[in-house]
Structure formats: structure tokens, C-alpha cells
């Protein structure tokens, strides 16, 4: 250990131990700062390549028309297309909440309108006055 620490004084460098759990440590010569300096950059670029999936919402009620249902599905196509998984919700306003089955239904054809594009990750379901249905893109 001595004799590695004073080679690498004599070369101007750092001794920096590798492996600290291995029967004897590992150590090695070389320049510490430019290592941080290569790991830090190293970090940067994971980062970089690293994406992000956002959760868009797209909310509806019973009575909504069919034109304004088909803008709907395609601004959910558009969301998977970006690799964002989709939240649909179907909002209750009133008596609205004895009417379900309209609110199940409606999130049937919403699915069975994008077709084999998605994948259904959670599938409605009833959470207080809203019915909702999450929908992630396929690899």
C-alpha cells in the first residue's frame, strides 16, 4: 500500500481505492478529479436519455355527444402517441350518479375504439362521484 501510494506521487497522481469490499482492496493510480469530473458527466448523459411519463386527463360527462366524443379519443391517441399514459374520467353531476352503466359504457367504447393501441392499466372503476379508467401506451 505504501509502495503504490508513493508511485503515485511520484507521478503527480492519486492512489483511489476501487473496490473496498474485495479481500485486499483495489486500488488504483490515476488522475481523481478527471474521474469525477468523467462520472459526473456520465450522470448527465443517463439523465438525459432518461424519459419521463406524465399523466394526462381527459374528463367527460354522460351526456357527452358523439362529435365531441371522437375529438376526445383522438386527443387521447395523441397523448399515447407521446408515451403518456391517460386518465378518462366520466364525471356525475346530480342524479347523474344513478346512471353508471351509461358512465361504464361510455368507457367500453372509448376502448374499444382505440383498439389493440393501448393497454388498460387500471379499468373503470367508481371513485366517489367520478368513474375513471387509466390507459398507457404499448411498447
Do not use: W
Amino acid at each position: 500500500m505504501a509502495d503504490a501510494l508513493a508511485e503515485a506521487r511520484k507521478e503527480g497522481l492519486d492512489l483511489v481505492e476501487v473496490a473496498s469490499t474485495s479481500s485486499p482492496p483495489v486500488c488504483r493510480i490515476m488522475d481523481y478529479g478527471k474521474f469525477r469530473y468523467q462520472q459526473s458527466k456520465k450522470l448527465q448523459v443517463a439523465r438525459k436519455s432518461q424519459s419521463t411519463i406524465q399523466v394526462k386527463e381527459i374528463r367527460l360527462r354522460p351526456k357527452t355527444e358523439e362529435h365531441d366524443l371522437q375529438v376526445k379519443i383522438k386527443h387521447i391517441r395523441k397523448f399515447l402517441e407521446q408515451h403518456d399514459k391517460v386518465k378518462v374520467s366520466v364525471l356525475f353531476r346530480g342524479r347523474e350518479i344513478a346512471f353508471t352503466d351509461i358512465g361504464r359504457k361510455l368507457l367500453e367504447d372509448i376502448k374499444n375504439d382505440l383498439g389493440e393501441s393501448c393497454i388498460v392499466d387500471q379499468q373503470p372503476k367508481l371513485e366517489g362521484r367520478s368513474m375513471v379508467m387509466v390507459l398507457s401506451p404499448k411498447k
